[in-house]
């Protein structure tokens, strides 16, 4: 399978990083990890796109290889949707298709709702919109968010190599730890005795406000590309079926799949889902 090449993306207030696979002259394919991945999530999936697409996999800001926002700064899905419009621009994709998985895809809901006159398609894994509210953990989620943080918290975990790191990814997230390796090698940065997660630490808080989701279903109406969603099967925890067919039935132009496996149906299952992605576009 072809090799990535590493680009950086300078934009106003910090610099991003992409892993490309593909030609310059293919057409632009835009992919979004989920949270606390990076690029490498793409790993397995991105050279079977290659053919086609140029596949630009971004690293969201705080995340792998890009740069942490500025002290006193958060990270907020509407915050992620402005950079990965500015990187876009930066990029000059004036029209491109976009893959988003999880966090990203709920971030790439929201791009093609913002300029729905530049994705030619949209390509979901595991998400459609951002995260929801319906008011049972409002005030405590807001008092969690804005406590007040002593010192400078935990010191960061040393792993000793690698497949430490692995296996700890693992646990945490059931995801095999062979198949989050791409991921785990990109996030990592050596440090003294091993080796430490180099996303940034402020991305495990809490988000002080989230929208409605009535809120979410009227931002959803406002998709207008054809849009494909790819569920595992059984459903995630935090993806229940009520609420995906909810929402799902706010996009005009949808195609709704599932697949057996996790979360991570792209790194699991990566030519079943190349063959997904053809199929749908």
């Not at 394919?29 to 690029?39: K, S």
């Not at 995801?175 to 989050?180: F, K, M």
């Not at 459903?235 to 991570?264: K, Q």
């Amino acid at each position: 399978m072809s090799a990535s090449v590493e680009r950086r993306i300078a934009l106003p207030h910090l610099t991003l990083a992409a892993q490309i696979w593909g030609e310059d002259s293919l057409p632009p394919l835009l992919a979004l990890h989920g949270w606390l991945d990076n690029a490498g999530s793409f790993a397995q999936l991105a050279p079977r796109l290659a053919a086609r697409w140029q596949v630009i996999a971004l690293d969201l800001p705080g995340h792998g290889h890009a740069g942490h926002l500025a002290a006193g700064a958060g990270y907020h899905y509407v915050d992620h949707v402005q950079a990965v419009l500015a990187a876009a621009d930066a990029l000059g994709l004036e029209r491109y298709t976009l893959l988003g998985h999880s966090l990203g895809a709920g971030i790439a809901s929201l791009v093609a709702t913002a300029r729905p006159e530049r994705i030619e398609c949209l390509l979901l894994i595991e998400g459609l919109g951002p995260l929801g509210d319906d008011g049972a953990h409002t005030l405590q989620r807001f008092r969690d968010a804005l406590a007040p943080r002593e010192g400078n918290g935990k010191p960061l975990r040393i792993f000793r190599d690698v497949a430490h790191a692995a296996a700890a990814r693992s646990m945490a997230s059931g995801l095999p730890a062979e198949l989050a390796r791409p991921i785990v090698e990109r996030g990592l940065l050596e440090a003294d005795g091993g080796w430490r997660w180099r996303s940034d630490p402020r991305l495990t808080r809490p988000s002080a406000v989230r929208l409605a989701e009535t809120q979410v279903h009227a931002l959803l109406r406002g998709i207008t590309a054809p849009t494909a969603m790819l569920l595992a099967r059984p459903a995630t925890a935090y993806l229940p079926t009520p609420m995906m067919h909810s929402r799902a039935a706010c996009v005009a132009d949808i195609t709704v799949s599932h697949m057996e496996g996790g979360h991570h149906l792209h790194l699991e299952h990566p030519a079943d889902v190349a063959a997904w992605i053809d199929a749908a576009t």
